[in-house]
């Protein structure tokens, strides 16, 4: 049985409000000097090359592949919640339909092998922005194995290679850095637990030697968003 890893208030954080752009037509963040700020998802998903994601939806059809967006989004909503209850020390509640029972499975794999090396939260579904430039909300914001980190939840219908979690990887960074500047820390460690509905657990890593690495790439995806969207 593992317990949860102890909260600590180190910082003092700032709730952001999401509302939609009337311009934009997209969602973003206000921060607490008023800036609407786009999310981190919405620059990688704006910047990213679709062409597999539409090849694939082309292959499957479009009814197939709504459904497996949908119970794949179920799924992992379900996980997140599972997790949530278990890091705030709340009993948890694993349900009786395949959904949840999978979910609350799927979520002992993420804490029996990554939130055991959680060695303390400082912040969950941890709203986070880079004045000027960008917003999001990040799962975890703490310490693992002895080092300050960024770290997020993921579900995922099969194993992934490590060449297809660069967004991910992207995510903790640009997580990484907004904290780093609003709050005056200096994160270099990003964890992603990733479960698989077979249960299979995998888990990918920013550290401090490809930090600066992600770090130019983020920077390239948000110049190029800015430049596009102007």
Request: charged residues 25%; proline residues 5%; contains cysteine.
């Amino acid at each position: 049985m593992y317990t949860p890893p102890p909260f600590v208030e180190k910082f003092q954080y700032h709730t952001l409000k999401q509302v939609n752009d009337p311009v934009k037509k997209k969602r973003v963040y206000v921060t607490p000097t008023k800036e609407k700020l786009p999310s981190v998802t919405t620059i990688l998903d704006s910047t990213k090359d679709k062409t597999h994601l539409i090849e694939w939806r082309k292959r499957v059809g479009e009814e197939k592949a709504r459904q497996i967006t949908t119970e794949a989004a179920g799924i992992g909503t379900a996980m997140h919640a599972n997790l949530e209850r278990f890091i705030c020390g709340m009993e948890r509640q694993p349900g009786n339909n395949l959904v949840h029972i999978q979910a609350n499975k799927m979520a002992d794999v993420i804490i029996e092998n990554g939130l055991c090396n959680v060695d303390e939260v400082w912040a969950m579904e941890q709203s986070l922005y880079f004045p000027g430039l960008y917003s999001g909300t990040t799962d975890l914001c703490g310490v693992f194995k002895g080092n300050p980190a960024i770290m997020d939840h993921k579900q995922t219908n099969k194993p992934k290679k490590e060449e297809w979690v660069e967004d991910y990887k992207l995510q903790l960074v640009a997580y990484a850095m907004a904290h780093n500047e609003v709050y005056g820390t200096d994160i270099q460690t990003g964890v992603v637990f990733m479960c698989s509905r077979d249960l299979k657990y995998q888990q990918f890593e920013v550290t401090p030697e490809t930090f600066p690495k992600y770090r130019d790439m983020w920077l390239d995806k948000v110049e190029e968003y800015y430049n596009t969207s102007a």
